[in-house]
């Protein structure tokens, strides 16, 4: 029984609108904040929100938003970076395109030593182990690529054909010109294929110290890529030297012969990049 100063303040408090106190929010008024004076979730159901936000979905009124998701730290950060940045689509047209023009120069160079080394030989016959040690590189460059060729996928030029019967032809119409233009064909041959694979092994030397840069590890392939092409354009610059130490640049014309044969190795290149 309440005195009856407390009734009179209690049918006061009535009329003026304030509703009685319940149990639940009287519960959470006992884990409001000292500081913002805000209700707080009790510990063990923010944990099981953390854990399972959509077990709250229901019981979540309009104006409680779900807790926010804990920031990222640097160590996650990390883990979710890429290790290898995915090659686009330009870099890819490049790649394959380097691997099918490869392919046909080193077809080239090898239908071109195979016609001239018996002319060559037949005539010359102490020149028979630097024809074949040439042969026998070729041979060599011509294996790697068509191993690169079937196992990234990239089609083989479209005018093999073509070339094989020009690279005969150029081999074995040297040969016949004599020891000099034979050498002078490879003397000119090999200036742009030794150019041609700088080219590459700039490129791709760019796009790998780019992805250095970045942070990004450049895969195991592409690093073998960039040293084979490097023993290769060796190997070819090695062959230029050869023709040049045996009386290349004393074929008569040296200049048109050589000229031509690098301008129709310059649009074999062009084409093979593209057809
Ligand atoms: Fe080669
Ligand atoms: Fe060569």
Redesign the pocket.
Known sequence: MLPPTSRALLRTARRAGVPRASPLSSSFASRSCPQCSLSTFPARRLAAVVNDPSSVAGSTSASTPPPPPPPPNAADASEVKPKRKPLTQEQKNFLSSALRVNQT??LA??LIYAAQTPVVVRQHPHLRPLMKHMYN??VG??KTFNKLIAKHRVRPTALYPVWSVLATGLGWSTAMLGREAAMACTEAVETE?GTHYNGQIRELLEMTDAWKEEGYEVGPELEELTSTLRR?RD??LE?LDHAVEHDAQKAEPHWLLTGVIRLGCRSAIWVSERV
């Open positions: 120069g080193e160079a090898t590189q070729e460059h011509l294929i290769i190997e070819e062959h």
